[in-house]
């Protein structure tokens, strides 16, 4: 398929914790939201997460120090982030959109690559798609979304975030430079701050200006990646929206040599294998909130019990204690253990924002 005939949506939600936050809570809708650290009075460490467009308002960003949003906006409603909220809303919003797409590709908690290009035929039905999804989100979940649609991932996630909020932005392929060339070059995926201000020393402040630019000089400049920035500035970009396989969960089993009835050696395994888990879940930087128990009995008889806790944790203790406290009930002299197994899920990776179902 030639990269002029595919059609592609970026979605992404619109301040999304703190949307999620106003639905649950219909009476602070209007004042200025934020999701973060606890300010405590104008003393509080950390950032915020997230800021409501009332908030905004006021220069409340995320990233921003707590302390500072105090200052600017004392007022606003203060709210620490529930995690595990925000994670099954989120899986409910991917969920619907997933089904109208060819490929879907999550990036991020709120937001997703759709691929339609033999959904849909050309832009004005795109648009309607766009528009059905909108609305399946606003109806199910009392949400918005801001679509953007384009020729590819680049452009359609530029044209997502060009009318926030419930925006809805169709660029068509002859579009692109003229919709592209007057914005900045941050809005170009991998331009980060320091690679701004280089450009900014050889003039190049927008992307018109970039796309403009001498590629073999930003070549020598920057590598590779200077190759890469003039075609994104062109509006080119060939890559593909792909169904990405996240880690879902962690777990560790175990089959005793012999089945056993005895108590400590079934609960020394299990907690042998938490151990495993949380290392495991360490390594790669994960906190959990769902934890597992399977338990199979003599003759194959198997059951499973799981056990939400009410908040993100990687600590063994959390584990060991849930995963025991799951176990004793199945514990018997008269009935013996094959199998036991632990499995942590409902994770959230800690280095970025970002969510692994
Ligand atoms: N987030 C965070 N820390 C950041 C950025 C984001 O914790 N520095 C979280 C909170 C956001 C969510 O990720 O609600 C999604 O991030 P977005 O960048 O998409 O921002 P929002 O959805 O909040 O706002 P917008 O309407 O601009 O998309
Ligand atoms: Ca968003
Ligand atoms: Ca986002």
């Known amino acids: 398929m030639s990269e002029s005939q595919r059609i592609i949506f970026h979605l992404d ?11 649950e809570r219909p009476e602070i809708k209007g004042k200025p939201v934020i999701v973060g650290a606890d300010p405590k009075g104008g003393k509080g460490r950390g950032v915020v997460a997230t800021s409501n467009y009332v908030a905004r308002k006021a220069g409340v960003r ?40 060819n490929k879907f590709e999550q990036w991020g908690i709120d937001e997703a690559f759709l691929d ?9 039905e795109a648009e309607d798609l766009a528009r059905q999804i909108k609305s399946e ?36 392929d002859e579009e692109v430079e003229v919709f592209l060339a007057p914005l900045s070059v941050r809005k170009l995926l991998w331009v980060g701050r320091k690679t701004e201000v280089k450009l900014k020393e050889l003039g190049v402040n927008t992307i018109g200006d970039l796309a403009a630019y001498d590629a073999s000089t930003l070549t020598s400049m920057f590598g590779v990646m200077g190759w890469q920035m003039h075609l994104l500035a062109r509006g080119i970009d060939k890559s593909e929206v792909e169904e ?21 050696a079934i609960l020394q395994a299990l907690n042998e294998l938490c151990v495993e888990v949380q290392k495991e879940t360490e390594n790669q930087h994960l906190l959990f909130k769902t934890v597992t128990l399977k338990i199979r009995f003599e003759h194959f008889e198997t059951h499973t019990k799981s056990k939400t806790l009410p908040f993100l944790t990687n600590r063994l203790y959390d584990l060991q ?5 799951m176990l004793l009930p199945y514990l018997h002299e ?20 970002k969510i692994l179902l």
């Open 321 to 325: 204690k849930n995963a025991k406290e």
């Open 334 to 353: 008269d009935r013996k253990v094959r199998l036991v197994g632990v499995r942590v899920s409902s994770l959230v990776s800690t280095e970025k924002q």
């Open 116 to 124: 339609v290009s033999s959904k849909v035929n050309g832009y004005v």
């Open 13 to 23: 939600m619109d301040h999304f914790y703190t949307a999620v936050e106003e639905r």
């Open 137 to 172: 989100i606003k109806e199910k979940e009392g949400l918005t979304a801001s679509i953007g649609v384009g020729p590819n991932k680049l452009v359609a996630k530029v044209a997502s975030d060009f009318q926030k909020p419930d925006g809805l932005t169709v660029v068509r």
């Open 244 to 264: 990405r396989v996240g880690v879902k969960s962690v777990s560790h089993e175990t089959t005793f040599e012999e089945d056993t009835a005895d108590s400590n």
């Open 62 to 101: 995320s990233g921003l120090p707590i302390s500072h949003a105090w200052r600017l906006c004392p007022e606003a409603v203060y709210l620490p982030p529930n995690f595990s909220l925000y994670i099954k809303v989120s899986d409910e919003i991917m969920t619907i959109a997933r089904n109208y797409a």
